[in-house]
């Protein structure tokens, strides 16, 4: 097996830090939900199953309401849990992004292409998700 690349290493170093920052991001959230006084289980469950939302639980759609969420003082819980899922989802696309531009850098246009399918693929995921 051959030593790490600098592709990889950068690439590796991009998913560990954000796979880090999405894990606490969500403990963090987690533990002030639970400290305000959060709702049962069981209204979380009908909350995302049935859409419908309890008296303090809030759903969170959109970037937009994630943002509104944690402006307020102190942030809602449930949001920063929302944007530790959304720094989960997002490492992958960067570390992708990263190593299109290694790749390039290298003059290796083979694996520059892949890359870019890859990307484009999550992008599209995302976009499919987003809009239905």
Do not use: K, N
């Amino acid at each position: 097996m051959s030593a790490p690349t600098d592709i990889q290493r950068v690439v590796g170093r991009v998913l560990l830090g954000g796979g880090v920052l999405a894990l606490v991001l969500m403990v963090v959230g987690l533990a002030i939900y639970v400290l305000e006084g959060a709702p049962g289980a069981v209204e979380i469950v009908r909350a995302v199953h049935l859409r419908e939302s309890g008296p303090r639980l809030d759903v969170y759609p959109t970037l937009g309401s994630v943002r509104h969420a944690l402006a307020q003082h102190p942030p809602d819980g449930l949001a920063l849990t929302a944007l530790g899922l959304v720094c989960l989802l997002a490492t992958p696309v960067v570390g992708v992004a990263l190593a299109i531009g290694a790749f390039w850098r290298h003059g290796d246009r083979e694996y520059t292409m892949i890359a870019a399918a890859i990307l484009t693929m999550l992008l599209v995921s995302f976009a499919l998700a987003a809009a239905g």
